[in-house]
């Protein structure tokens, strides 16, 4: 199982660190209300750092390699899913 969370984590990196580096405020968890409202791009650096190292921690401990294409699989299952459910959650942020 923590291949799939390695993937969570490791794609959920993007979306708050590339917000956070354009100084751009973005929904976080620690926001009001948390995941709907908006937070610092300081607050959204440090979340995706967060999710940075967590990801590292379960992508080593899971042995994920392209030797092992099961782990490798579930990984990317991760990744999918977190991204499909960033894009349909945050479809609502602000429009310009």
């Keep these: 199982m923590p291949h799939f969370f390695a993937g969570v984590f490791l794609a959920n990196v993007v979306p708050h660190y590339v917000n956070g ?3 751009d405020a973005f929904p976080s968890p ?5 995941g709907k409202g ?7 650096i440090l979340w995706a750092l967060f999710n940075l190292v967590v990801g590292y921690f379960l992508f080593k401990g899971g042995k994920i390699n392209s030797k092992n294409k099961l ?3 579930i990984f990317f299952i991760g990744i999918a ?7 349909m959650t945050f479809a609502e942020k602000v429009k310009l």
């Excluded at 620690?30 to 948390?34: E, G, N, R, S």
């Excluded at 899913?81 to 894009?87: E, T, V």
């Design 71 to 73: 782990t490798l699989l």
């Design 81 to 87: 899913l977190i991204s499909i459910m960033c894009s």
């Design 30 to 34: 620690f926001a009001d209300p948390p």
């Design 38 to 44: 908006l937070s610092s791009s300081l607050v959204n």
């Design 21 to 23: 580096i354009s100084g």
